[in-house]
């Protein structure tokens, strides 16, 4: 959990540096979007699948320890950068490094614990990203702004550094440290490897039962859909519809991330245990159809709200109810795949969860607005609509999925015994 929030503040930190880098290096904000997406995005994504499988195959905890060494090598590479491509090659590296974190994490923490804790144990580590990407908009601001108070810095070898590039070193090197973690760490015994299918591929595998895993990777992909765009757009709204200004949207978004979604995390894991207890089978996917259904009318009324502090509470429940199925697409992956294909699997949901929500998630809400409502003012009537069908369209799908899943689940007690 502490590597995934580290990830997150590296992966998070560039946002907020947009102005110093654009005009130390002379960059426009087509290349600075290509720095914040497609260097990152791209090999995260394309990198995961290769990744895992190794981590299927081998040491996991030794996949994740070299990972975080390279991704915070790269952020502080960032700082060293003094041209485009030179910065644009330093995000490839930390995309390529965070990679081989959360498909081994899964499968890790999935050998650790016994299905009736198993939930739980993967809220935690799923807690990351919301608690780095809340401190990175809540204390990040404040660190830029007390690190550019002292100016540039002046280092042997290296030579001048602007406040911005020593903000990347800062980042970076604690990660080093927790690489070292991993050295203490215990790589568990594998449970649950499956004898029949051993020597098919996942996709092959995958493909099998496809009324299974293909309809929930769909199902939470166009679910990604809404909660990349709110990412994307909810600023703008509080910004557009109620004059805040950038510093007020990123401590308050911030805070909300931390004191909403990071305890949803929590409840969905414990959620998920809770009904498995108590004889359901489908218990990670019926508590992740919850959230989702739970989450309906915040999203669609956050935007419309009248007034700041309304939008505020809304989005707050929003949070916390995309918190509470936030780990349990991944859970319930987990509780169907066999142990040589758990982390694969994962990656693959990774992979296509990604190209549909953030291909389509941010674009689909300005194109609605721009093509149909008449323009910026409406972004966050189309928010709500984008958000209000997209989930609307998930919790269908999830819904249509459960006895195939239960069916699935089934299949794997038969190689999946509690340890």
Request: charged share 10%; net charge positive; glycine share 10%.
């Amino acid at each position: 959990m502490i590597a995934y929030t580290s990830s997150f503040i590296d992966r998070q930190i560039l946002s907020l540096l947009v102005e110093p880098i654009r005009t130390d290096l002379n960059i426009s904000d087509t290349q600075f979007s290509l720095l914040a997406g497609l260097a990152f995005s791209l090999f995260y994504t394309l990198m995961g699948v290769p990744l895992a499988r190794l981590a299927d195959r081998g040491s996991r905890r030794l996949i994740i320890g070299i990972g975080i060494v390279v991704w915070s090598v790269m952020t502080v590479c960032c700082g060293l950068a003094n041209s485009f491509w030179a910065l644009f090659a330093a995000r490839v590296g930390v995309g390529i490094g965070e990679a081989a974190l959360s498909p081994a994490a899964y499968s890790m923490i999935s050998d650790y614990f016994p299905p009736r804790m198993r939930a739980r144990a993967l809220a935690v580590y799923s807690m990351g990203p919301y608690i780095g990407a809340g401190l990175a908009l809540m204390i990040g601001g404040g660190v830029i702004d007390m690190i550019a108070q002292h100016g540039t810095l002046t280092l042997p070898l290296v030579g001048e550094m602007a406040p911005w590039q020593q903000t990347f070193v800062l980042v970076g090197l604690p990660g080093l440290l927790i690489a070292a973690l991993f050295l203490i760490v215990r790589e568990p015994p594998r449970h649950g490897l499956v004898k029949a299918d051993r020597n098919a591929g996942v996709m092959k595998f995958m493909w099998s039962r496809k009324t299974t895993f293909y309809a929930m990777i769909l199902g939470f992909s166009i679910f990604g859909i809404a909660g990349i765009s709110y990412l994307a757009w909810i600023p703008a709204v509080l910004i557009r519809q109620h004059e805040w200004t950038a510093s007020q949207v990123g401590f308050t978004y911030g805070a909300v991330l931390l004191l909403a979604a990071t305890p949803g995390v929590l409840v969905g894991g414990w959620l998920s245990d809770w009904l498995a207890a108590r004889g359901r089978k489908d218990a990670p996917l019926y508590a992740a159809i919850i959230g989702l259904v739970c989450s309906i009318p915040f999203a669609i009324a956050t935007p419309l709200m009248p007034d700041a502090t309304l939008t505020v509470a809304s989005l707050a429940g929003f949070s916390f109810f995309a918190g509470v199925m936030n780990s349990l697409p991944a859970t319930s992956l987990q509780s169907v795949a066999p142990n040589q294909f758990r982390a694969q699997v994962t990656a693959i949901y990774f992979l296509i969860g990604n190209l549909i929500s953030l291909a389509g998630g941010p674009t689909i809400v300005a194109a609605i607005s721009d093509g149909l409502l008449g323009g910026p003012e409406k972004i966050g009537l189309s928010l709500a609509i984008v958000s209000g069908v997209c989930i609307t369209v998930a919790s269908l799908i999830l819904i249509r999925t459960l006895p195939h899943f239960r069916a699935s689940v089934d299949e794997a007690q038969q190689w999946q015994g509690e340890h």
